[in-house]
């Protein structure tokens, strides 16, 4: 398969309505962790190439929070969830109640906060993936780094390894009365991961066997 055959408007349109539901699972786990009305919705959906990864995201130079999680099961690769570091005042008082004291020195209890975040929103993406292909996908515990864009996806295209490598990129809301905080869920598979992937989603949508 090559990236225009999966830029198609029948596979974005799948990708969104999987991301839809995705976003509707962490809006409801956010809530019930919560006790209040958490919203996440879907603003865009791209499948690009790996190098292009930080053109979906806007400014390769911009600060943020970056959740890293390894998937495996029978996808493999990697999930970086990313926010702006100019929004992580909001997004903390949205989580925990509390101001952001140092946005370049985290405490411990701010970092978990946002790990969980990262971890919540993964779950609920992979699980909506997962479902709508019929493929086991499972992430492992999170981790958190403060950086550049570029040097944050620069790590990660080091260890995949492979610049022709496509990406699943999923930009999303989440919001809560006047605060709104928007960040980017971007699925690396491994080599051979990518091919399955669209390979099930060829079949769940009815195209090929």
Known sequence: ????????????????E?????????ATALSKMLGRRI??????????????????????????????LPIQGDVNGKVLLMFP?????????????????DPVNLTDYEASAIKELGSIMTGAY??????????TIVHGVPDLTLDMTQAVLDSVMAEIGQNDNLVIAIESEMSEADRLMTGQFLLFPEAGSVEKIFRAFSLALGLKG
């Not at 398969?1 to 969104?16: C, G, S």
């Not at 996440?40 to 959740?67: C, D, Q, T, W, Y």
């Open 39 to 68: 919203d996440v919705a879907v603003s865009k959906v791209s499948v690009i190439p790996l190098p292009s990864a930080a053109e979906f995201i806007g400014n390769r130079e911009e600060n943020v929070a970056a959740v890293y």
């Open 126 to 135: 992979l699980s909506a993936l997962s479902r709508f292909i019929q493929l």
């Open 1 to 16: 398969m090559n990236l225009q055959e999966l830029t198609t408007p029948f596979y974005l349109d799948a990708l969104k």
């Open 18 to 26: 999987m991301g839809n539901v995705g976003a509707g699972n962490a």
């Open 85 to 101: 570091i100019q929004g992580l005042s909001d997004m903390l008082q949205m989580l925990t109640g509390q101001s952001l004291k």
